[in-house]
T-cell receptor, first 112, second 112 residues
């Protein structure tokens, strides 16, 4: 059980464009969704926490207008990186919670 | 900031037990110790968690000291596929939706 998918698994985009990453919990309903990012050779950094139907709570230093999180249903959350820049290139991982915290396989974003 | 301290790297011979230590001297009475691992370019994988008592599952054993200031994750018979970064995490906040804050982890290299 506890299958989590992310789409796309990797994406390359040009600077200034926006990218949407989808996270789905395939066999359970997630009451809470966490989004992390991971730069090369570094640990995971929590970006934001969201509950279904509510606005996300962002960690200090994370721009809420740049990283738009939508958690419209208990099985789907999206992270949109707006006006992406090369420094946003990273590995983005969603983590849905239902009685326990699970992790998606991650999305590799490269901004050129 | 993460509330745990782990050695940055460890080696283990294939087939032998891997013992990964973790210090969490400021842990609170209602905080759990969680262990996850991350194989290169994948999302973290849950291993085990515990509060006070030692725990064992099909993947590993978790030994928590009586004062709860440190713990050890034991992989009883390490294989090459166990090569990964292992994260020891103390759950912050309410037990049901507490954030998982990742430290730097221990890179375990299992050698033939």
């Amino acid at each position: 059980g506890a299958v989590v998918s992310q789409h796309p698994s990797w994406v390359i985009c040009k600077s200034g464009t926006s990218v949407k990453i989808e996270c789905r919990s395939l066999d359970f309903q997630a009451t809470t969704m966490f989004w992390y990012r991971q730069f090369p050779k570094q640990s995971l950094m929590l970006m934001a926490t969201s509950n279904e139907g509510s606005k996300a709570t962002y960690e200090q230093g994370v721009e809420k207008d740049k990283f738009l999180i939508n958690h419209a249903s208990l099985t789907l959350s999206t992270l949109t990186v707006t006006s992406a820049h090369p420094e946003d290139s990273s590995f983005y991982i969603c983590s849905p919670y239902r009685n326990e915290q699970y992790f998606g396989p991650g999305t590799r974003l490269t901004v050129t | 900031d993460a509330k745990t301290t782990q050695p940055p790297s460890m080696d283990c011979a294939e087939g032998r037990a891997a013992n990964l230590p973790c210090n969490h001297s400021t842990i609170s009475g209602n905080e759990y110790v969680y262990w996850y691992r991350q194989i290169h370019s994948q999302g973290p994988q849950y291993i085990i968690h515990g509060l006070k008592n030692n725990e064992t599952n099909e993947m590993a054993s978790l030994i928590i000291t009586e004062d709860r200031k440190s713990s050890t994750l034991i992989l009883p018979h390490a294989t090459l596929r166990d090569t990964a970064v292992y994260y020891c995490i103390v759950r912050v906040g309410p037990s049901n939706t507490g954030k998982l804050i990742f430290g730097q982890g221990t890179t375990l290299q299992v050698k033939p």
